[in-house]
């Protein structure tokens, strides 16, 4: 009985031991995919893989752009519609350098550029997380059908080779860890450079104009850098932080459009750590002059009053604010009620009227607090000119103006791509350039012919 109680006992230790490795792998694999998860986050990539209503990551949001409306692709781990079948080395090579495990190149519009920065060990938390953690879809997002020749995904092969490295981030030991965490962040997952830094004619972004703003067609991205003027170099790190979480800081700056979606889906979402590291680092970019704002206003210079209002002799700005504006923002501009004030908001003081012009388009949906209704359907193009230039001269900066012409481009989605025309003329300069080869060829052996 002892030597049958012993073996039983032996037998229950020997299979615990050997079970403590299993759990000790199913532990680390389960920690890779959160990590996995806070990093997606982190590189907000529901954002543009899910669409409005749609399924998480199946793709087929649109995301219009210059050159055309491009939609996502879906990224859930479908061996039918998405990723499934991709190996570690496809889904980090669709990461770092924009190429499909079939070999054709994805557009920028996916911010490869910034992806590569991400190091070996987060891009397999983010591959773990994809493949066990993701919902399969097994639905095909849209195909995206840009026009000749951007459709040819092998034009990209060269752009790539002009303005991609692929390289992962490289730590400056001269800085602090802190530095270094928010250097990683803004530069890769959060890919902040994507929307803050103006681009070229090719559509890359500028080198030595990091994040000195920049016109998304429709919304403008402000200068992020440490200029005091141009830049946030007089906001502090509670300014920023707040922001970052909430979409609004004490020194009159609510987040709108893309910034907004990104507050609400990602850098709301962070640890505070990652969120101040970003701050931390943000606040210590080499300053750009770039795109400048202009100086707080010192008073606002309301023109509404209630015998204006009733003898008509209030303008069309002033009335136009009556009407829609004036209850929530009060008629002194000063807001109130968890509403923001207008007067020295920073919207207002941009050194162009975009993006006043787009809030009062598409209104503000933050995911907590009150919402600014849109007007898209209740004013035509003029009266948004009418009473942007009214908000700017009151409450902001009067001499920043905008047209009737100007929101209904904004209305359309902006101006296109200078790459439009270039490649249009570029081919046509290439068929010239073809046909003449042809002819001299043509005449060089005509020639030949008669001499012999």
């Known amino acids: 009985m002892n030597k049958m109680l012993f073996s039983k006992i032996s037998g229950m ?194 080198k030595g104009k990091d994040l000195a703003g920049a016109s998304l067609g429709t919304w403008f991205a402000p200068n992020i850098t440490s200029d005091n003027q141009a830049g946030i170099g007089n906001w502090s790190e509670k300014d920023l932080t707040s922001y970052l979480t909430t979409g609004r800081s004490d020194n009159g700056s609510q987040a709108g459009g893309p910034m907004l979606e990104a507050i609400d889906k990602s850098f709301s979402k962070l640890s505070p750590d990652d969120v101040k590291a970003i701050a931390t680092y943000i606040r210590q970019i080499s300053p750009q002059s770039i795109n400048p704002t202009s100086e707080v206003a010192v008073n606002p210079r309301p023109e509404i009053s209630e015998i204006a209002i009733m003898n008509g002799s209030a303008s069309e700005g002033a009335r136009l604010y009556e009407a829609h504006c004036a209850t929530c923002h009060q008629t002194s501009g000063q807001g109130g009620n968890g509403l923001p004030a207008l007067y020295n908001n920073a919207a207002l003081r941009r050194p162009v009227a975009d993006n006043a012009v787009m809030a009062i388009l598409d209104g503000l949906t933050p995911s907590s607090g009150q919402a600014m209704p849109a007007f898209n359907n209740t004013l035509d193009s003029q009266q948004v000119a009418t009473l942007t230039n009214y908000l700017f001269k009151t409450f902001g900066d009067s001499k ?40 001299g060829a043509v005449i060089f052996f005509s020639r030949r012919k008669r001499m012999k």
């Open 400 to 439: 920043v103006q905008t047209t009737p012409e100007r929101v209904k481009l904004l209305r359309e989605g902006g101006s296109p791509s200078p790459l439009i025309a270039i490649a249009k003329y570029g081919m046509i300069a290439g068929g010239v350039i073809i046909i003449l080869l042809v002819l």
């Open 13 to 206: 230790a020997v299979g615990l031991l050997l079970s403590v490795p299993a759990f000790a792998q199913q532990a680390q694999e389960s920690s890779l995919i959160e990590k996995g998860q806070y990093l997606a986050v982190a590189g907000d990539c529901g954002a543009c893989h899910t669409a409005a209503g749609g399924k998480a990551f199946a793709g087929g949001f649109a995301v219009d752009t210059p050159i055309g409306r491009i939609y996502s692709t879906n990224i859930t781990p479908s061996k039918i519609a998405g990723i499934g079948n991709y190996t570690l080395e496809d889904f980090e090579k669709a990461v770092r350098k924009g190429v499909r495990k079939d070999g054709s190149n994805l557009y920028p519009a996916m911010p490869y550029t910034s992806y590569s920065k991400i190091n070996d060990q987060d891009m397999r938390a983010l591959y773990a997380y994809f493949m066990q953690r993701v919902i399969p879809v097994d639905d095909k997002a849209p195909e995206t059908s840009l026009p000749f020749p951007f459709n040819v995904r092998l034009s990209m092969a060269g752009w790539n080779l002009l303005f991609a490295d692929a390289k992962p981030y490289v730590a400056d030991n001269s800085k602090s860890a802190e530095w270094n965490r928010g250097a990683y962040l803004v530069q890769g997952l959060a890919h902040c450079s994507t929307c803050h830094t103006p681009r070229n004619p090719l559509m890359a972004e500028e």
